[in-house]
C-alpha cells in the first residue's frame, strides 16, 4: 500500500499542474552551488582564486608553517633552510640529520603537482563556458590570473625539473582503453621558459589588482620575468660551460648557448619596467640602516618595496616561525627556539663599509695572539648594514633586549702559560669570579635550540610582543617577490650584457641603501654579483636556486671536509679572565671553528641539478625521459 501511494502521488503531481506547487523531482539542491552559479558569481571566483594562491609551491618560506595549532605537526618545509641555505639545524636534536646528510638524494626539491594545473585549467574553461554575466574586465582579470598561477607554477616545475609536459587544457580519458591521448610528453627546458614569458606578455595588461600586494597585478607578472628570464639566461650559459654540459638528447634538460643574450635582454627589460614606473621603490624610512633592512622586509605599512607576498592577517592563518626561531635568551615561551641558526660563512661573506672583505678579525697578523675587544660587539663594526637586519650577533639586541652571546671564558693559566678554555654545561651560568660565564643564548655545543653557530635568525623573526608564543603567534608576511631582488636582476643581467655602467647603477643602489655611500662600487665582476645576492637575499629562498643556475653548487658543496664552502662554522665569543693583565683582562676574544653539532660536509652532486621524476610517474606515461644521472 505504501508503494501504491507513491505512484499516485507522484502521477497526481505530473497530471494536475496545480495540485503540487514545487515538482520535487525539479527542485534544485541546497547545498550544491552549480557551474552557473559559481562561474558567474565574482565573489565565488576570488575564493577560488585565494585557494590557488594558497597552493602556490615553495621550497622554503614562511608560507609552509601554519600548522592550523597542531604543536606536533610542526614539521613544514621552512625547516629546509638549514639544509640549503647559509645555515645549520640547532633545534631539537630529533632533527640533527640535517646537519649529517652525507649526500643530497636526487629526489631532493622534486615536485610534479600536475593535479594544481588541471584545477588551474578547469577554472580557466569553466569561466570561458560558463562565465556569461561576468563583465569583459572580470572575465579578462580572472582569466589573467589564473594564467599568472599556472605560470608561477611552471616556472617552479622548470627551476627543479628541467622541461616538463606542457598542459595547458583539460586532459579528459574517453574509456575508449587508449591512454596515449593523456601522455603528454616532457617539453623542452627553453620551451617552458619561452612559455613563461609569454604568458606574462599576455596576461600583464589585464591583471588589474594595481597596488595589490597578495594578489597578482602587472608588476607581479614582469617580477616573475625578471627572475625566470634570468634563470633561463643563466642555465644557457653556464651549463654550456660545464667541461660536460648537462643535457638530454631531446632538450628536455640544457638551454642553447645561442639563447643566453636573448634571455637575459627579457631580464633587463621586464626588471627595468618595473623599476622605471615608480609604483616600487627601495624601503628607505628608518634612518638606522640595519634596522631600515629589517623593516624592509617585516614592515607592511608604507612598505612601498614589496611587490608580491602572502600575509598572514587572521589568527587561523599565523604562523610559529618566530616560535621555532626566537633567540633562546628571550624566549617568550617555555617551549620552542633557535631552530634555524645563520652560519659564520653567511657572516663573513658581508663586507665592512670601507669595501675590504669581511672576514671578522679574531687573530693578530702573525696568528701569535687573540685581538682583544673591549666590547663583545666591537668585532662587527662597520659592517654592511644588511648584517643587522639579517641576524642577531653579539652584542645587539632584538625586542628592546640586550641578546647574552657568550660561550665561555678564557682563563690564563699562568704555569701552562695558555689559555684554559672554560665553557658551561648549562645557560646563564656564572664564573667563579661572579660574572658570566655561559651566555643565556650561548652559543653552546650540545644543548638543542640554542645556537650552535654563534647567530640567531632576525630575518623574518616578529619583533612585536610575544609573537614567539603559541598563543599570539606572528604575522609576518612572506616576500615572494621585492624590488630589492628585482635591482639586483637587472645588475646581473646587464652585466652579462655588458653594459657594466648600467649593472653598477643598479648594484651601487642597493649597496647606498647597505650603509656604503655613493657610487661604492666602480668596477664589478660575476663573483661580486653573486656576494650581494647571497648577503641581500639571504633566507629568501635563493641561495640553492642562485648556485644552481650558476652551475656552481658542485663546487662550492663538493662533500669535502676540507672545503670551508662545504662546512658549517661557527664564532665563539670569550670573556677574558686574566688579572694583572690590565689591557687583556674582561675584554673580549672569538674562536673560529666547524659548528660542533655539523658533521658532514655538503655534497651536492651533478645529478642534484635537475630532480629526479618519480618512477610511478613514468610508469604512467612512457614518454616521459628521464633527468641525467638517475
Not at 13 to 38: F, H, M, N
Not at 92 to 99: A, H, K, L, T
Not at 214 to 226: H, W
Request: proline share 4%; with cysteine; aromatic share 12%.
Amino acid at each position: 500500500m505504501q508503494k501504491t501511494y507513491k505512484y499516485i502521488l507522484l502521477g497526481l503531481c505530473l497530471l494536475t499542474a496545480g495540485a503540487c506547487k514545487k515538482d520535487w523531482l525539479e527542485r534544485k539542491p541546497r547545498t550544491i552551488l552549480l557551474e552557473e552559479q559559481v562561474w558567474n558569481d565574482p565573489k565565488q571566483i576570488v575564493a577560488l582564486l585565494a585557494n590557488f594562491y594558497d597552493r602556490l609551491p615553495v621550497q622554503t618560506g614562511l608560507q609552509d608553517i601554519n600548522n592550523n595549532g597542531d604543536l606536533d605537526g610542526r614539521i613544514a618545509q621552512w625547516r629546509d633552510m638549514a639544509n640549503i641555505d647559509d645555515a645549520m639545524w640547532s633545534g631539537q636534536s630529533n632533527e640533527d640529520g640535517r646537519n649529517n646528510i652525507p649526500a643530497y638524494g636526487f629526489e631532493s626539491w622534486r615536485l610534479w603537482n600536475y593535479s594544481y594545473i588541471r584545477d588551474i585549467n578547469l577554472a580557466l574553461e569553466n569561466i570561458a563556458q560558463y562565465g556569461e554575466r561576468l563583465t569583459d574586465d572580470q572575465k579578462k582579470q580572472f582569466t589573467a590570473e589564473l594564467r599568472f598561477l599556472r605560470a608561477y607554477d611552471y616556472f617552479e616545475l622548470v627551476k627543479r625539473m628541467g622541461g616538463v609536459p606542457l598542459v595547458t587544457k583539460q586532459l579528459l580519458y574517453d574509456y575508449s582503453g587508449n591512454a596515449t591521448p593523456l601522455q603528454v610528453p616532457r617539453a623542452k627546458e627553453e620551451a617552458v621558459y619561452d612559455f613563461i614569458a609569454s604568458e606574462v606578455d599576455a596576461i600583464k595588461n589585464d591583471l588589474g589588482n594595481d597596488g595589490n600586494v597578495s594578489r597578482a597585478n602587472k608588476y607581479t607578472a614582469l617580477a616573475l620575468k625578471s627572475r625566470a628570464m634570468l634563470y633561463a639566461a643563466s642555465i644557457a650559459k653556464y651549463n654550456n660551460l660545464m667541461p660536460a654540459p648537462i643535457s638530454t638528447p631531446g632538450g628536455e634538460v640544457g638551454i642553447p648557448a645561442s639563447r643566453a643574450t636573448e634571455f637575459y635582454t627579457k631580464s633587463l627589460e621586464a626588471s627595468k619596467e618595473i623599476i622605471n614606473s615608480g609604483v616600487y621603490t627601495l624601503y628607505k624610512v628608518n634612518p638606522i640602516p640595519g634596522e631600515n633592512f629589517y623593516e624592509a622586509i617585516t614592515k607592511k605599512s608604507g612598505n612601498k618595496e614589496a611587490i608580491f607576498v602572502k600575509d598572514f592577517l587572521t589568527p587561523q592563518k599565523r604562523h610559529w616561525f618566530s616560535y621555532d626561531n626566537i633567540v633562546r635568551g628571550i624566549r617568550e615561551d617555555n617551549l620552542g627556539s633557535s631552530s634555524v641558526t645563520p652560519s659564520l660563512n653567511l657572516v663573513e661573506s658581508y663586507e665592512y663599509l670601507d669595501g675590504t672583505a669581511g672576514a671578522l678579525k679574531t687573530r693578530t697578523a702573525d696568528n701569535s695572539d687573540y685581538i682583544y675587544y673591549t666590547n663583545i660587539g666591537d668585532i662587527f663594526a662597520n659592517k654592511d648594514a644588511r648584517l643587522y637586519g639579517t641576524v642577531i650577533y653579539p652584542g645587539t639586541t632584538f625586542k628592546g633586549l640586550p641578546v647574552g652571546i657568550q660561550a665561555g671564558v678564557m682563563a690564563w693559566n699562568a704555569t701552562r702559560n695558555a689559555y684554559d678554555v672554560v665553557e658551561g654545561s648549562d645557560l646563564n651560568t656564572t664564573y667563579t669570579d661572579g660574572k658570566t660565564l655561559t651566555g643565556s643564548s650561548g652559543p653552546h655545543r650540545s644543548i638543542q635550540e640554542v645556537s650552535n653557530t654563534g647567530f640567531y635568525l632576525r630575518k623574518y623573526i616578529d619583533a612585536g610582543a610575544r609573537t614567539s608564543t603559541r598563543g599570539i603567534q606572528s604575522d609576518i608576511w612572506w616576500i615572494w617577490f621585492r624590488l630589492g631582488e628585482v635591482y639586483l636582476n637587472a645588475g646581473e643581467a646587464a652585466f652579462e650584457l655588458g653594459l657594466t655602467g648600467e649593472a653598477l647603477t643598479y648594484i651601487n643602489a642597493i649597496r647606498e641603501r647597505a650603509g656604503f655611500g655613493t657610487n661604492s662600487l666602480t668596477t664589478l665582476t660575476l663573483a661580486r654579483i653573486q656576494n650581494e645576492r647571497r648577503v641581500e637575499l639571504a633566507f629568501e629562498d635563493h641561495r640553492l636556486w642562485d648556485l644552481k643556475r650558476w652551475r656552481i653548487a658542485d663546487k662550492l658543496w663538493n662533500g669535502n671536509v676540507s672545503n670551508p664552502n662545504a662546512m658549517v662554522y661557527a664564532l665563539y665569543p670569550y670573556r677574558v679572565v686574566r688579572p694583572g693583565d690590565a689591557a687583556r683582562n674582561g675584554k673580549y676574544v672569538f674562536v673560529k671553528m666547524i659548528a660542533p653539532r655539523f658533521r658532514a660536509p655538503r655534497f651536492f652532486q651533478l645529478g642534484n641539478y635537475y630532480s629526479s621524476i618519480d618512477q610511478a610517474v613514468i610508469n604512467n606515461n612512457p614518454t616521459i625521459v628521464k633527468n641525467p644521472f638517475q
